[in-house]
């Protein structure tokens, strides 16, 4: 009877065992029990002393109606009473045996025993991991179409939730993967911070990042953060350091393409007036075997094609190439275009229109330009990152020196000699 009971609530959670081994440890104390300890009582066995009270609350509170002990045990206290099912007492953390009787060489046995046991003792479980994974990855997308400050507090429950994790106790290989994730979580809101033009948040999310990644002796991490790093860089116009932290980013072997960070450094290279550097980066994407990017790959780290082609005509604007940079840019518009409404990368339009005003505005186009640029000065500037409207403020100074006829472009003149920054 008490399995059959016991597994409908569960089931009506949609709980496996070991969620509620945790809940069960969260509230009496870490290692109350062991986390496969509920499926012995799924096969029969009677908690021991005050975890069916403990239970029966647990139940209570997330079914959010009364549930008693006797509604999950009828008969708890005969099945209590049977050696045969009673599950076995766990070894207490403080004292693991009764070693009166022992030897000394026994005794100390019984330590590593209970060195052993600890050890073992996890709060984590691959689903938690899959958790983290999947909400990690879920806000990555969504930054593509929403602004930084809607997504940074669900970056900080992420982060905090990877915190509350750290502070109880894991397999030594667990733990790691959350010292990564904790890394993963700390750049992203290092790199939301820089777009909302926090810089001080921005610095400060990046070096706990950092160190959270060295802690973790991940590649994959380092290399995550060091891409989030450069990015920042980029945006507060310290454009050799950002060249110097994508270069770093690549030493650290991943799965992941080096398509970011090769355009990153490119970008800040040609920005940084070393044309050489930034042209070999450029080449180095440009031989890197064309995939898109997988559904479980992180869009920030991992950029869609329509977004590594906005960068790249990017790079070759600052360079001064805009034949080359249009029909990047112009790529990346029917990438944009061609891709899903859920799955666009609003920037991508926003900073290729940019980036193409400025390439007319070279090639001595100005109703091209000025028309390109029209569509950027309908957008509200408080919604655009700190790299938009530092990209904004050049496509405007460009446009304004080649405007040459007042008659069909001056109302747009007159209002870029007023916002003009």
């Not at 031989?287 to 869609?304: D, F, I, K, N, Q």
Request: with cysteine; charged share 25%; glycine share 6%.
């Amino acid at each position: 009877m008490s399995t059959t009971r016991l597994r409908v609530f569960l089931d009506r959670l949609g709980w496996p065992p070991e969620r509620l081994a945790r809940e069960i440890n969260r509230r009496c104390g870490e290692g109350t029990i062991s986390p496969k300890a509920p499926y012995h009582w799924l096969k029969g066995a009677y908690p021991r002393r005050q975890i069916p009270c403990a239970v029966a609350e647990i139940l209570s509170e997330h079914l959010r109606e009364r549930i008693d002990v006797s509604v999950i045990w009828p008969d708890g206290l005969a099945e209590a009473a049977a050696p045969s099912v009673a599950e076995p007492e766990p070894v207490p953390q403080s004292v693991a045996y009764d070693t009166s009787d022992y030897t000394p060489v026994v005794r100390d046995s019984c330590g590593s025993l209970t060195m052993a046991r600890e050890v073992a003792a996890t709060n984590t479980d691959e689903s938690t991991f899959q958790q983290l994974d999947l909400e990690l990855l879920a806000i990555g997308q969504s930054y593509a179409h929403v602004p930084p400050v809607s997504l940074m507090h669900r970056a900080t429950l992420l982060r905090d939730r990877v915190a509350e994790l750290l502070r109880g106790q894991q397999r030594p290989n667990q733990r790691v993967r959350l010292l990564a994730m904790a890394a993963q979580s700390c750049a992203v809101m290092g790199w939301m911070a820089s777009d909302l033009d926090e810089r001080k948040a921005a610095q400060n999310h990046l070096t706990a990042a950092w160190d959270l990644a060295d802690l973790s002796g991940q590649a994959g991490a380092r290399r995550w953060v060091r891409t989030a790093q450069s990015r920042v860089a980029y945006a507060m116009g310290h454009m050799v350091e950002s060249a110097e932290m994508a270069a770093d980013g690549l030493t650290h072997p991943s799965e992941n393409s080096d398509a970011m960070l090769l355009l990153q450094r490119a970008m800040a290279l040609a920005a940084a007036k070393m044309p050489g550097e930034a042209e070999r980066a450029l080449a180095a994407w440009r031989s890197l075997r064309p995939v898109a990017p997988g559904p479980a790959a992180h869009p920030m780290t991992e950029p869609p094609p329509d977004v590594q082609a906005c960068m790249a005509g990017t790079a070759l604007v600052l360079l001064g190439q805009a034949s080359d940079a249009l029909d990047e840019l112009n790529r990346a518009l029917e990438l944009f275009d061609a891709s899903p409404p859920g799955k666009r990368f609003l920037s991508v339009e926003m900073l290729a229109h940019i980036q193409l005003a400025r390439c007319h505005a070279a090639l001595g186009h100005p109703d091209l330009a000025a028309a390109v640029l029209a569509r950027v000065l309908e957008r509200d500037e408080d919604e655009l990152t700190v790299i938009q409207r530092t990209a904004l403020a050049d496509a405007r100074a460009e446009v304004s020196r080649v405007i040459r006829a007042p008659r069909q472009t001056g109302a747009l003149a007159g209002r870029m000699a007023g916002t003009a920054t």
